[in-house]
């Protein structure tokens, strides 16, 4: 039983753009951050960016502000990422991901995770 599901996965050339969706289940609790979360080979899982659950406030690691923008709504209980500008760096598997507090939790903290959808940049 997958709590969160994504789409919009791809590959595309460097300075292109992909936007992710991810669709929540009904069963998270509706005051919980949602965020994303990516894995490149060999690297530990690392925070990309999160949403409060009333979408006022965004937040976003160093390496993707500027590029990235998160947003999310409550009433169709999505979640989206829009990557523009994208770099070979930015390869990796990209997971939706929430919790209380997605923007301050280690990965291993957080509650729930979808299954992932691969995001491949060309040089």
């Known amino acids: 039983q997958t709590d969160l599901v994504e789409s919009g996965g791809g590959s595309v050339q460097a300075g292109g753009s992909l936007r992710l969706s991810c669709a929540d289940s009904g069963r998270i609790p509706s005051n919980y951050e949602m965020g994303w979360f990516r894995q490149a080979p060999g690297k530990e899982r690392e925070f990309v960016s999160s949403?409060?659950?009333?979408?006022?406030?965004?937040y976003y690691s160093e390496s993707v502000k500027g590029r990235f923008t998160v947003s999310r709504d409550t009433a169709k209980k999505t979640l989206s990422l829009q990557m523009n500008n994208l770099k070979p760096e930015d390869t990796a598997v990209y997971y939706c991901?929430?919790?209380?507090?997605?923007?301050?939790?280690?990965?291993?903290?957080?509650?729930?995770w979808g299954q992932g959808t691969q995001v491949t940049v060309s040089s």
């Open positions: 949403i409060t659950w009333t979408g006022s406030r965004t």
């Open positions: 991901v929430s919790d209380f507090r997605v923007a301050t939790m280690n990965h291993r903290q957080i509650h729930y």
